[in-house]
């Protein structure tokens, strides 16, 4: 007595995953590597009415009862009065779609299990409907295949959530990778001459948190291009006569060095766009580029505060195209007219004020450790008289630049108005 015919005897038309049996199923067991990367492609195959199983495994090959890998992990109950002739139909149609696939190439694309199991159902037909293909049949088992236990959903699911966490964990982890400027990266760098025939450094896409040892470059490049980093502050720059342009795009800068326009005496064109800078007052170091014509800040909060196109005009009066828009000779007059008025002068102290408030909370750790010194250190050796100097101090400061230096006068210990008494001197006083 074959296996068939002993299952025949057992089999009442109800399901036993435990003996492998699927009356009149359709079943389904992912493909290693394959399903772990795509959960809704796997291996299909076709039970008799007794729950012997076909599938098309390989060319020339129809398994039965020996499902290629693996047991089934979901199925698809059929009824059977969508067959018409019953489960003599079904079983007939099942074998002569195993006939006929005994003589065919495998192909995973266009000729695989899913058109074995389609072509048995499309000539029972089941549901009347002769067009099943292998695309209806993912669908099918996709959406209405019901697991076999606990198990095999976590056979089914896990791999795929293992990787593609594992993936998305790994791509998040990538932007916490800082990558150091080194004299290696910038020798190992693509250098190239660019479109209008100038030296070009190409540093993007480098995980950068931090610009320096540009001095390895000897000052050879007219361009430089640091877009698509983790740069969070303008500065660092060596003295560099032929720099024209410098590409900072799509970084985290917040804040600018005072001594940055300085650095760069030649600088023509400086792109920012999308970046943190939030304040106008932050842009002031900007005013000490003088042969800054073209500039571009879009993408930054501070293009969204008050007054930001006259104030960039006003100080900094050479530059010709702000955010790719020319500017005009009314607008010059316009930002001329408001900054050299009383409004405009509060509104310029207000905003340098403001500047030296987000530059406190920048990102840099180690600016915000000195400051934190400075400030402590004021407020347990200074007197009374001597704090007041240095609020007044802060007070009158219109420019980043008198900040810097008030930050610098009291990181010596000395007050904005004169060097600390000694002690000596003090006695000699009372």
């Not at 720059?237 to 800068?253: D, E, G, S, V």
């Not at 007044?392 to 219109?398: D, G, K, L, Q, R």
Request: aromatic fraction near 8%; charged fraction near 25%.
């Amino acid at each position: 007595m074959d296996k068939e015919e002993q299952t025949a005897q057992v089999i009442d038309g109800r399901v036993d995953a435990k003996n492998n049996r699927f009356p009149l199923c359709l079943v389904w067991t992912p493909i290693p590597f394959i399903s772990w990367l795509l959960p809704f492609i796997g291996h299909l195959g076709i039970a008799l009415s007794t729950g012997v199983i076909h599938d098309f495994s390989t060319s020339g090959y129809v398994s039965e009862d020996h499902m290629a890998f693996g047991k089934p992990c979901r199925y698809y109950k059929c009824d059977l009065i969508m067959v018409l002739g019953k489960h003599q139909q079904w079983d007939r149609c099942v074998r002569m779609a195993s006939n006929e696939y005994r003589s065919r190439q495998h192909n995973i694309f266009w000729d695989n299990c899913h058109s074995h199991v389609a072509l048995a159902l499309n000539l029972m037909p089941y549901g009347r409907n002769a067009n099943w293909n292998m695309l209806k049949l993912c669908v099918l088992m996709f959406f209405k295949g019901r697991y076999v236990s606990v198990l095999a959903f976590l056979q089914h699911w896990l791999p795929p959530l293992i990787i593609y966490g594992l993936t998305i964990g790994f791509g998040r982890c990538t932007h916490l990778i800082m990558v150091k400027l080194t004299s290696d990266l910038i020798a190992d760098s693509p250098q190239l001459l660019n479109v209008i025939r100038e030296r070009e450094l190409c540093l993007q896409n480098s995980r950068i948190h931090r610009i320096e040892n540009l001095g390895t470059t000897m000052d050879t490049f007219e361009t430089l291009n640091f877009s698509n980093n983790d740069i969070v502050k303008l500065e660092n720059f060596p003295l560099l006569f032929r720099l024209q342009t410098l590409y900072m795009a799509n970084n985290r800068i917040s804040s600018i060095d005072t001594h940055f326009g300085t650095a760069l005496p030649y600088l023509k064109t400086l792109v920012l766009t999308d970046n943190c800078i939030a304040e106008l007052g932050e842009l002031e170091p900007l005013s000490k580029l003088q042969r800054l014509e073209y500039l571009c800040l879009i993408g930054n909060p501070v293009t969204r505060v008050a007054h930001y196109r006259d104030f960039v005009i006003y100080k900094i009066p050479q530059v010709r195209v702000l955010d790719y828009r020319r500017v005009r000779l009314k607008e010059r007059e316009s930002a001329n007219a408001f900054f050299t008025s009383s409004d405009g002068e509060e509104f310029m102290k207000n905003s340098v004020k403001k500047a030296t408030i987000s530059m406190a909370l920048a990102v840099d750790e180690s600016m915000t450790d000195t400051t934190k010194e400075v400030e402590d250190s004021m407020e347990s050796n200074r007197t009374a008289e001597q704090i007041e100097m240095i609020k007044e101090a802060i007070e009158n400061a219109t420019s980043l630049e008198e900040l810097e230096e008030l930050k610098e006068t009291l990181a010596r210990n000395e007050v904005p108005n004169g060097k600390e008494k000694s002690d000596d001197v003090e006695e000699m006083e009372l």
